[in-house]
């Protein structure tokens, strides 16, 4: 018997899931730490679509990012990790479609840390964010030590709540 063979989904595939948002109780000992008693496990194509609402000069903090969805789907908080995961999903399909030619792609680069930092996990890490950061009139200051480079005055520029 032959092994099957495994094709690997693109990006775009994965960001165009079929799955659902939902709303999963967090245990009582979790609660304090997560803020909340209800957690959003959002999806891909929702954290694309609020990425894609960020104009232009403007920035987002991924910590915002979950407040929003989870006030919007009426949660008390939102999932760190999987929406962490799909910002990168949705940053990996946009640059799929930027080899495909297409001019109008997700602004993932946008998304900054809670402190202004930049994330080293998006196509191109930390560098090719700074570009498309500075490119659209940002200042980055450059870290030190281990610290990832950091949007200087950030507050002053994120979207408001």
């Not at 997560?34 to 960020?54: E, F, K, W, Y």
């Not at 000069?57 to 929003?68: D, F």
């Not at 602004?107 to 930390?126: A, C, F, H, M, Q």
């Not at 940002?138 to 480079?149: C, Q, V």
Request: proline share 7%; with cysteine; hydrophobic share 35%.
């Amino acid at each position: 018997m032959k092994p099957k063979a495994t094709t690997r989904k693109s990006w775009r595939e994965k960001m165009q899931t079929e799955q659902q948002p939902k709303i999963v109780q967090i245990p009582l000992e979790g609660q304090k730490r997560m803020g909340g008693a209800t957690m959003l496990v959002s999806t891909p194509h929702d954290v694309d679509a609020m990425i894609r609402t960020v104009p232009k000069g403007k920035l987002i903090t991924s910590a915002q990012m979950r407040s929003k969805l989870a006030a919007e789907a009426g949660a008390e908080c939102a999932c760190p990790t999987s929406t962490g995961i799909f910002i990168r999903i949705a940053a990996e399909a946009a640059e799929e479609d930027r080899a495909e030619g297409k001019t109008r792609i997700t602004p993932y680069w946008r998304v900054i840390r809670p402190d202004g930092s930049l994330n080293e996990k998006l196509p191109g890490g930390t560098e090719a964010q700074a570009s498309y950061l500075e490119a659209e009139g940002h200042f980055i200051e450059l870290g030190a030590g281990k610290k990832p480079p950091k949007v200087r005055d950030f507050e002053k520029k994120l979207v408001k709540a």
